[in-house]
């Protein structure tokens, strides 16, 4: 199972509408494990995360003024890509490295998305 990335809009009466996707896009932001055993990771919160590791105990909601602080969590985890691959104690491939580049780019350009339509961010 994997944990999906979507990009969603208040409507006005407070309901959440996600995005159309087309069927072509890559979508997961990892595999569910990584709830707990990469986003969630005390490693990840001892970077300075706080939204990826919501992750570890239900879906995040990242509401659409929250997507700029989120957008610079998910860069500062890109920078330190290596760090995160010894520091949540997964085997450390260079598969693994490419997979975790990937999700976190795949999040970037949902926060993209948000931004360039008012809405936010969900993972789950």
Known sequence: MSLL???????????????HVPDDVYQSGGF????????????????????LPVLAHKDLYVEAEDVPEF???????RSRLDEIADGTQRPRTVEEHRDHNIRLRIIED???KALETGGGVLIW
């Open 32 to 51: 569910e494990s990584w709830r707990t055993t990469v986003w969630g990771s005390a490693f990840v919160r001892s970077l300075g995360a706080r939204f």
């Open 71 to 77: 957008q610079r969590e998910v860069a500062l985890l």
């Open 110 to 112: 949902s926060c993209r």
């Open 5 to 19: 990335v979507e990009v969603f809009v208040r409507e006005p009466d407070g309901t959440r509408r996600i995005l």
